[in-house]
């Protein structure tokens, strides 16, 4: 997102129309399964202590008709759509409020299990994030003979296990898209290991193979 012009009428505006609609029971905090949310990611791209305020504001709107899951101080109550702030979204000041947010952060996923677990990952709760997320390229490159290694699973299994017991939504994002039977190879090991959230670019495709 780079304006809040773009932000109000590519996503807040359709979303508000959605939820004017929809009925939501918000009452109740997120047990072990939450019911459905919608769940835009909002990637700010200029200076993040600048914008987020902005956004904030343009979701008001929403969170007044009770459409936006939001973090109560002890729980996190959920709704029919929950926002998360990535790209240059400051994390220090989202959580600055302890009290109430409506807004949520993503994790970095290869950063949450072995030798690159920091030392504060325990701030990584569904309490202020809702996905932990990186670049499939990043973390592992291409796979070799069209197969994942012995050792690729084992940490995508660590990584969905530590995204898991901190109640967050793995993610990969730039996956491999060719050939496609590597693809489809990818994301059977994603479905099998239990991934939060499966990246999909060929929706046909997807929906054919039942993801």
């Known amino acids: 997102m780079t304006t ?9 505006f359709p979303l508000g ?3 004017s609609k929809q009925t939501f029971d918000s009452k109740t905090p997120v047990t072990n399964s939450p019911p459905a949310s919608l769940t835009p990611l909002i990637d700010i791209k200029t ?11 343009q979701l008001e709107p929403l969170q007044s008709s009770g459409g936006l899951t939001y973090f ?21 000041l989202l959580t600055a409020n302890t009290t109430y947010r409506d807004t949520f952060f993503d994790a970095p996923l290869d950063a949450l299990w072995g030798e690159d677990a920091p030392n504060n990952a325990t701030l990584y709760t569904s309490l202020n994030l809702y996905y932990a997320m990186t670049s499939f390229a990043k973390a592992f490159g ?9 050792d690729q699973v084992l940490k995508i299994r660590g990584h969905i296990q530590a995204a898991k017991s901190s109640g967050l939504q793995s ?3 730039d996956l491999v898209a060719w050939p496609v039977s590597t693809r489809d190879h990818v994301r059977d090991m994603f479905e099998k290991e239990g991934i939060g959230m499966l990246n999909v670019d060929d ?7 039942k993801w």
Do not use: Q
């Not at 809040?4 to 590519?10: A, Y």
């Open 203 to 209: 929706l046909e495709s997807a929906n054919g193979r």
């Open 47 to 57: 200076d993040g202590e600048k914008t987020l305020p902005v956004v904030e504001a």
């Open 171 to 173: 993610r990969y994002w």
């Open 17 to 19: 129309a959605l939820a």
């Open 142 to 150: 291409k796979p070799w003979h069209g197969s994942l290694t012995a």
């Open 72 to 92: 109560n101080g002890s729980a996190v109550v959920p709704s029919l759509i929950t926002v998360v702030g990535t790209g240059n979204t400051p994390f220090d």
């Open 4 to 12: 809040g012009v773009g932000c109000r009428c590519s996503m807040l």
